[in-house]
């Protein structure tokens, strides 16, 4: 099997629309929310999000483009530009038969879809939509646009797996280069999902806080009074590349992806097994694929939507697996970012990529009182960043239909 390293990063977030912006607004423990601004959200029960600001898709495409793809498109195509820049890659002294694209959404054009059928359905007579109606809507499109944009054509496909599909690109990525199918991928996940549908939908289904005087303190992961997750929205790209390569490019290795871990919940459409389960198989599976023991752990970035059920589950699933001596710092990063479904887990990669270079651990934020039956028992990084040194950083993610997702980033070594 061959070594796989990270050579780029690109990140378009609530908190920054750039890598180094981005990760200095999360050691500054910001808060990314904010009232939305999107549509008149007056009458909804929820009223605030984490929403990307001075986002300019003319600084990354021509005005044609703009018009024919969808917001999470952009944001895919403006990450992914920031990451083939951090990585220094001249595609054309490379053999673009061996490089690909794995790119996850959850939703997709979700905005697209929304606008061109609420217009149908005010309309009379002979129906009329864009012409690029389904190119700019369907899933897979975000990573059709970006093996276009760079003439690479090596595998493509994307990943629908709710909020652990962007993990799961990048471990099916690792996967296709430590298999000798692939020198290079580009990585990652996209999301345009604060819109009236998702909104309204997710505050039916009771998952959305509701903090609206208190928009800012509204994600507290772990928190006994936590009341929902805060949608975010963004991309994040992460570029995979071989050892080999990576060396023979003289390119700037950040960091090794060493394990993944992809299973499942099997339990409930929406709800996490009340054990933690799935979530301990997956970060098993992904330790075993590293040659690791739990004790290796530095850090665990965990999925930590700030939900009742889902919060609870994962904590009693690291109790499990790390048991209160363990070295492992866990923190909670979308206090900060909110919730950025099939986007989350690029960025939360990213997250755990700077801390493997900088050993530094970002804060949760707005947390002030643990679920009692874990208090001490899991050390959990609140209010201010955490010095320490990081080898090991895990990465989890579930998504709805009980998907899990989990990966392991490795300080890099000769």
Not at 318 to 344: C, E, R, W, Y
């Amino acid at each position: 099997m061959k070594r796989v390293v990270i050579t780029g990063l690109g990140a378009i977030t609530p908190l920054g629309n750039s890598v180094n912006e981005f990760w200095e607004a999360l050691l500054a423990g910001k808060s990314g929310a904010k009232p939305i601004t999107k549509f008149d959200a007056s009458n909804f029960k929820t009223k605030f999000a984490c929403e990307v600001s001075g986002f300019n898709p003319l600084q990354y495409l021509e005005k044609a483009e703009v018009r024919k793809y969808d917001l999470f498109s952009q944001y895919a195509l403006a990450s992914v530009a920031e990451a083939v820049q951090h990585a220094g890659i001249d595609f054309s002294t490379l053999n673009r038969d061996r490089i690909g694209v794995i790119w996850a959404s959850g939703d997709g054009g979700v905005s697209t879809f929304e606008e061109q059928v609420s217009e149908f359905a005010q309309g009379e007579g002979t129906p009329r939509f864009n012409p690029f109606f389904i190119s700019k809507r369907i899933i897979n499109i975000a990573s059709g646009l970006i093996s276009i944009k760079y003439g690479l054509r090596g595998v493509n496909y994307t990943t629908a797996s709710a909020c652990s599909a962007s993990n799961t690109a990048i471990i099916d990525a690792f996967n296709y280069i430590r298999w000798g199918k692939a020198d290079m991928m580009i990585t990652g996940g996209s999301e345009a999902s604060i819109t009236k549908s998702s909104i309204g939908g997710f505050n039916a289904s009771k998952a959305l806080s509701t903090n609206n005087e208190d928009y800012t303190h509204a994600s507290k992961p772990f928190d006994v009074h936590r009341d929902g997750f805060v949608l975010g929205e963004g991309a994040g790209a992460v570029i995979l590349e071989s050892y080999e390569s990576a060396v023979k490019r003289n390119a700037p290795i950040l960091a090794e992806i060493v394990g993944g871990g992809l299973a499942a919940d099997a339990y409930h459409i929406t709800g996490t097994h009340p054990e933690g389960a799935g979530a301990l198989l997956g970060m098993q599976l992904a330790l075993e694929e590293a040659g690791l023991q739990p004790g290796d752990i530095d850090y665990v970035n965990a999925h930590a939507t700030s939900t009742p059920m889902g919060d609870r589950s994962e904590l009693k699933a690291m109790a499990q697996l790390f048991g209160p001596d363990a070295n492992v710092t866990i923190g909670a990063t979308k206090s900060m970012t909110g919730h950025l479904l099939g986007a989350a887990g690029a960025i939360e990669a990213i997250i755990c990529i700077k801390s493997v270079q900088e050993d530094l651990i970002p804060p949760t934020i707005n947390t002030m009182e643990i679920e009692p039956e874990f208090e001490g028992k899991l050390d959990i990084n609140l209010g201010s960043v955490k010095a320490k040194p990081v080898n090991f950083a895990m990465s989890n993610t579930f998504g709805f239909g009980g998907h899990i997702a989990c990966s392991i980033f490795k300080k890099i070594s000769n």
